[in-house]
T-cell receptor
Framework: AQSVTQLDSQVPVFEEAPVELRCNYSSSVSVYLFWYVQYPNQGLQLLLK??????LVKGINGFEAEFNKSQTSFHLRKPSVHISDTAEYFC????????????FGQGTRLTINP | EAGVAQSPRYKIIEKRQSVAFWCNPI?????LYWYQQILGQGPKLLIQ????????DSQLPKDRFSAERLKGVDSTLKIQPAKLEDSAVYLCASARVGGYEQYFGPGTRLTVT
């Protein structure tokens, strides 16, 4: 069965500093990987996804993630964060093609300090 | 295009009462999901529909939860009777057939007292 582990429940950083949110997954088959962001009292918004091809994936709001098959990781990075990036970030995995269910990690709360 | 709509946004009920949530997916999206998000956790799939058929309901507590998607468009999720542990945000999402991206609604926050 597939599972996702987000290694940090909370990450505080200063504004304009770089950040990395860590995600590891387990699966016995090929997977598709996603990062979603959830702002307070809102639904989830897709930041980026890895389906195939280049292992470095760029998303919205300056975020990027790198798929590492040997380490079963999909870490999210941003070189310089802003106050507006304060939110909960979820890593998710799905197996199989098409509109399959997502299995989510427990989330990482990113707090940006001025 | 309009996003996924959900109502109500907030609901407070007492244990053993019943409650229903409504979801209207993005037009043309055949696949619809209901997720339960307990505070401090990631969303967990309750049920997945494709058109009006159930694809996956393996994690739906069928003794108290039910869901339907009549006519393959909007959907209703019901809890009867509610328990304290059902307090959570219930998220609805939709996707195109064969699509990888799921679009989420704003959620319904349920508090059971």
């Amino acid at each position: 069965a597939q599972s996702v582990t987000q290694l940090d429940s909370q990450v505080p950083v200063f504004e304009e500093a770089p950040v990395e949110l860590r995600c590891n997954y387990s699966s016995s088959v090929s997977v598709y990987l996603f990062w979603y962001v959830q702002y307070p009292n809102q639904g989830l918004q897709l930041l980026l996804k890895y389906l195939s091809g280049s292992t470095l994936v760029k998303g919205i709001n300056g975020f990027e993630a790198e798929f590492n098959k040997s380490q079963t990781s999909f870490h999210l990075r941003k070189p310089s964060v802003h106050i507006s990036d304060t939110a909960e970030y979820f890593c998710a995995v799905s197996e199989g093609q098409g509109a399959q269910k997502l299995v989510f990690g427990q989330g990482t709360r990113l707090t940006i300090n001025p | 295009e309009a996003g996924v709509a959900q109502s109500p946004r907030y609901k407070i009920i007492e244990k053993r009462q019943s409650v229903a949530f409504w979801c209207n997916p993005i037009s043309g999206h055949a696949t619809l999901y209901w997720y339960q998000q307990i505070l401090g956790q990631g969303p967990k799939l309750l049920i997945q529909f494709q058109n009006n058929g159930v694809v996956d309901d393996s994690q739906l507590p069928k003794d108290r939860f039910s869901a339907e998607r009549l006519k393959g468009v909007d959907s209703t999720l019901k809890i009867q009777p509610a328990k304290l542990e059902d307090s959570a945000v219930y998220l609805c999402a939709s996707a195109r057939v064969g699509g990888y991206e799921q679009y989420f609604g704003p959620g319904t926050r349920l508090t059971v007292t």
